[in-house]
């Protein structure tokens, strides 16, 4: 007996691991250590991470290896599968390569298996913390790749003066990650304090993330950081309808950037502004009129849009070659373009589908599951406005959307009642 009790802690201690290790996969480790030891590295970590997300369902099925169980399909999580099945199979359909195309889907259909396991497998607090350390071991790899490595951690390699961009090739998508950090972190400190448990630590590395993200001279995160924590200050009084703020956040920012910003262009160049959102206007109208002639239901096949040259050609041709929108080569920098170009105007359905679904008992989450769904989608919403979001198939962006709808979806399943109300706050 004592033996069997031993062996399932040593199981947990390593599922935990594994866990911590996938999580710091997606958060973009290696990074640019792949500039200094090669690209194998980060194609070995890109594998690596799909091993662990099975392993770690592995040695959860029971006490030993022989307990083998990755899928375990449970109805309430219908909305889920049925975005996998849809996505793999049309993005077979229509992808050029269809190989790659195959790893591809596989990969995002492991992630989803691998979230709502991971919500089905621990506690919400002990979910929140296992986050929360492997952005902080991701913190401490990125501040010693930077004393490490100074030239390659600064845009132009010139250190404080030009951005900052740890492990990233960009300095938005370096203070994207940071902004997620700050927001995890800061959540997990408000809970600790709520709790009155022991926060100083989470707060230095807070402190630390804050310094970093503006050194990155990104103000698109700066802004949308400063959005998302002032919520910390109301959201717990008001249940808000997070899964039509999400949908509707999304169509009106396109709608309106795109019909009102040329309008007050000339105020724009009175500021000294660019009116284009660096090139994202005009970039957006293309991609719109590309996707309206071509593929426009089922998209290119999931994350193979800006990895087909044909489909990459027809968004640069009416620019010059050359300039900044003719060579630009990945990423459509909003979300709603960037799941359409995958995955067409089924893959957007099907998506808001899966947010109106899981956030239609927004009351029978306790206030902190309530404040963190609220958060991640938020910060998801603002984020994908201007930047490449929803796109990946493993990175800590998906995977913390997928999370947010999987607690959703699992706490939407429980029937409204006083007792079961009493036991989600417990």
Known sequence: MAGTVSNAKRNSFKVELLVVFAI???????????????????????YA???????????????????????????KYTVMYLFAAVIFVESMWVAEYKDLEFITCTRLTVTI?????????????RMIELICTAQTIFLIVTLFFTLQYFRFAFSGGTPFTEPFIGLYGTKNTCAS????????????IRQRAHER????????????????????????ALVCTVCVLILFLFVKYIRIPMGWIYIAGN??????????????????????????????????????????????????????????????????????????LGSITSGAHNMLLEIWANSGLIGIALLFAMVLFSMKKLQIFSEEQ????????????????????LGGNYDYKMMGFLLVIALGCRLSSIQDTDENRKRIEN
């Open 113 to 125: 298996f691998f979230v709502i396991w991971l919500q089905e497998q621990f506690e919400f607090e």
């Open 370 to 389: 309530y404040i963190f769904c609220v958060l991640i989608l938020t910060y998801l919403m603002l984020n994908g406005f201007t930047e490449r979001c």
């Open 49 to 75: 991470v799909f091993i662990a997300q099975i392993l770690a369902m592995l040695l959860s099925s029971g006490n030993s290896w022989l307990d083998v169980q990755i899928i375990n399909l449970d109805r």
């Open 251 to 324: 169509i009106l920012f396109l709608f309106l950037t795109l019909t009102l910003m040329p309008a007050f262009e000339w105020i724009f160049e009175l500021l000294g502004k660019d009116a284009t959102l660096t090139g994202r206007i005009p970039l957006w109208n293309q991609m719109i009129t590309v996707l309206t002639r071509h593929n426009t239901f089922t998209g290119f096949g999931y994350g193979m849009f800006w990895r087909d040259e044909n489909a990459v050609a027809l968004v640069r041709a009416p620019f010059e070659e050359g300039s900044f």
């Open 24 to 46: 710091l996969i997606s958060l973009g480790f290696p990074g640019n250590y792949a500039l200094v030891y090669g690209e194998q590295v980060e194609t070995v970590m890109a």
């Open 177 to 188: 990650e940071l902004a997620f950090g700050i927001i995890i972190i800061g959540f997990l």
């Open 197 to 220: 448990k022991i926060y100083f630590g989470w707060l230095v590395i807070e402190a630390i993330q804050i310094a970093l993200l503006l050194m990155c001279q990104a103000t698109g």
